[in-house]
């Protein structure tokens, strides 16, 4: 394949994966973004293959490690529960991270087959060196600091912070050593294989140091960033190795995976720079677990039904409680049975509920509720006020009352769901304990609220059966 065919190739590759971040943005059109995203990836690889010039037996060893991947990867998809997809998400990362530190090794160690080395010298070009080096800390950054958050979603760890001590001099100390090895493989023209695995090492235990001070409520955001830096990773190996796919991908993943961070670290009230740094400048404070303020109501499912039937308008607003109990389907049905008598039904969603970014978007979309009753947080706050019923299902940390009313909760500050200025909140939960920020939630004890406890599928179903 000649040289403009395969640069032609992946630049329409690299327009359907801008097609692709586009489609996703919208649940409407993110079925089309997926296809737009793997004919690209299909057309990266077969042109990589070709332009390769690789003999029969390496094409051979390719095919037959894409295939195992590939059947893996297939099975993986069919198994996997909504409620696990969060931990998928972080181990993949873990697994492109991985592939980063591999693929800089091998052109380390065999430099010819990038051309990255002089011919006269052998040594390695020292711009390849800093490339080859940078996408080896981030790519091991990547590994380690998704395999502490696929602990922690994964229920293996603790989602409360773990905070070392010293952990910002330690962090410090890390990067600084990193750095130090970079300049000494670069002055050694490659030379210095062991300044390299210093590297790998050196950023391996900075992830795991970067990721267990971030509690459980910025996980959604921890996961994209770990996006963010998988696609830094692979951008920077894109310089090393020439490959224009690799390059833009990488660029594309890093930039939106660090954009959509952004936005879920202002909907969190969160400071972007403190969480990407592992809660650098964070007070250490860890989240109060305080006693019971007060007595909870607690009503049935026939309560719920007689005041949901006869309301005008009901919000609802899921959370990971839903998504654990799978009730999106039996929460579906009863907004078509409210529908039916004449009640005005809506979806509010948070921009972290869940486990990760667009978590709840899918499960109604799963459910087949329409688009066009799901509102984002700043859409829909305001209408609170006008509602008789908030119907919250399995979701806590973001109704959380103390976000604006308590200076010292730690989710203080943090936007979230008003849902107590509703006339009537039904709380549907296993228990009254703290959701998993760690962080008591005074909603459950108000005078306006009903406390629902149970399994959500299995109330929501009894709430369907109450009202037909």
């Known amino acids: 394949m000649s040289a403009n065919l395969a640069a032609l190739l992946y630049l329409l590759s690299g327009i359907l994966f801008i097609l692709a971040l586009r489609g996703l943005s919208s649940p409407e059109t993110a079925r089309q973004g997926n296809f737009f995203g793997m004919a690209g990836m299909a057309i990266a690889i077969v042109t990589s293959l070709l332009a390769a010039q690789l003999d029969g037996a390496s094409i051979a060893l390719i095919i037959g490690g894409v295939m195992v991947g590939g059947g893996i990867g ?182 939106s995976g660090a954009i959509l961070s952004y936005i879920m670290c202002k909907g969190m009230n969160r400071s972007f720079i403190s969480v990407i740094l592992g809660g650098f400048g964070d007070d250490g404070s860890a989240a109060a677990v305080a006693g019971p303020q007060g007595n909870a109501k607690q009503g049935s499912a026939e309560d719920a039904a007689f005041v949901l039937k006869n309301s005008g308008k009901v919000i609802i607003v899921p959370g990971y409680g839903m998504a654990v109990a799978q009730a999106q389907h039996a929460l579906k049905e009863m907004a078509d049975i409210l529908k039916e008598e004449g009640v005005e039904v809506s979806y509010a969603i948070h921009p972290v509920a869940g486990r990760m970014p667009g978590h709840m978007n899918v499960l109604l979309a799963e459910a087949q509720v329409p688009y066009d009753e799901v509102f984002e947080l700043e859409d829909i706050n305001s209408a609170f006020a006008n509602a008789d019923v908030a119907f919250v299902i399995g979701a806590n940390d973001v109704t959380n009352p103390a976000a604006e009313d308590d200076p010292s909760s730690p989710i203080y500050g943090m936007p979230v769901l008003q849902v107590w200025k509703a006339k009537t909140v039904f709380f549907v939960k296993r228990s009254l304990a703290s959701g998993y920020a760690g962080v008591e939630n005074p909603l459950f004890f108000r005078d306006n609220t009903m406390m629902l406890l149970g399994d959500a599928k299995k109330m929501a179903e009894e709430i369907n059966k109450a009202m037909g």
């Open 74 to 255: 297939a099975v993986i998809a069919r198994r996997i529960s909504m409620t696990s997809m969060p931990q998928l998400v972080a181990a993949f990362h873990s697994l492109v991270g991985m592939a980063a530190v591999l693929v800089a090794a091998a052109a380390l160690f065999a430099p010819e087959a990038f051309h990255i080395a002089d011919p006269v010298s052998g040594h390695l070009h020292k711009l390849s060196l800093f490339e080859l080096s940078i996408g080896t800390a981030i790519g091991a950054i990547t590994f380690s600091g998704s395999v502490i958050a696929f602990a922690k979603l994964n229920g293996n760890m603790s989602g409360a912070p773990i905070l070392l001590p010293l952990r910002h001099a330690i962090n410090i100390a890390l990067a600084a050593f990193i750095g130090l090895m970079i300049a000494f493989l670069m002055a050694s023209g490659g030379d210095a294989k062991m300044a390299f695995w210093m590297i790998a090492l050196a950023a391996f235990v900075l992830g795991v140091t970067l990721i267990i001070p971030i509690g459980g409520a910025d996980m959604p955001v921890v996961v994209s960033m770990l996006n963010s830096y998988s696609g830094w990773a692979a951008a920077a190996l894109g310089f090393t190795l020439e490959n224009t796919a690799l390059l833009v991908t990488g660029a594309l993943v890093g930039s």
